[in-house]
T-cell receptor, first 115, second 112 residues
């Protein structure tokens, strides 16, 4: 079956604009995670969903960042009033469930550049 | 000090060499230890995971965990140019949401 998909693959925006990033998880995966990866850095956890609720939002850097998920399907990560330090690759991953260890499957990421 | 430390490299080796990649960590609650491979402009993919201490082998890859030293390793035997990628270690505790903490990754270059 299809893997995790993300769109757009690349996004260039001007400082101060809002952007919306989309993630389509693997069908049947109830847990979905968003990460940020700055150049040369590891993955920084942002938020995760179990179903359409977000038990852990602790990684969101500021109130400019928000995310939502529709049922056990698509999720969108929204960054308002983008800043240059938001430039990074935003990765989404999904897994069967979050209540035990399960392999996380990653999408290819969205490369965001804020000018 | 970060919870997970990993040398970013780059590590350059000739084809056929044995490669050793390592991470150290500080959180004694970590029980799951993972190695991901990430090719340029791609998402990470899980190579291996180990629960608690010990060794695990899969083909040319061997993962080792030494919890007493808080040190994990990934060995790649008979390295190939196709192994050229960034290798990220990750680890998580038991319970909660199993959200892994990642190292910054080591860039590996295997030249023919």
């Amino acid at each position: 079956g299809a893997g995790v998909s993300q769109s757009p693959s690349n996004k260039v925006t001007e400082k101060g604009k809002d952007v919306e990033l989309r993630c389509d998880p693997i069908s049947g995966h109830t847990a979905l995670y968003w990460y940020r990866q700055r150049l040369g850095q590891g993955l920084e956890f942002l938020i995760y969903f179990q179903g359409n609720s977000a038990p852990d939002k602790s990684g969101l850097p500021s109130d400019r960042f928000s995310a939502e998920r529709t049922g056990e399907s698509v999720s969108t990560l929204t960054i308002q009033r983008t800043q240059q330090e938001d430039s990074a690759v935003y990765l989404c991953a999904s897994t069967l469930m979050s209540s035990s260890y399960n392999e996380q499957f990653f999408g290819p990421g969205t490369r965001l550049t804020v000018l | 000090q970060k919870e997970v430390e990993q040398d970013p490299g780059p590590l350059s080796v000739p084809e056929g060499a044995i490669v050793s990649l390592n991470c150290t960590y500080s959180n004694s609650a970590f029980q799951y230890f993972m190695w991901y491979r990430q090719y340029s402009r791609k998402g990470p993919e899980l190579l291996m995971y180990t629960y608690s201490s010990g060794n695990k082998e899969d083909g040319r890859f061997t993962a080792q965990v030494d919890k007493s030293s808080k040190y994990i390793s990934l060995f790649i035997r008979d390295s190939q140019p196709s192994d050229s990628a960034t290798y990220l270690c990750a680890m998580s505790g038991v319970g909660g949401s199993y959200i892994p903490t990642f190292g910054r990754g080591t860039s590996l270059i295997v030249h023919p």
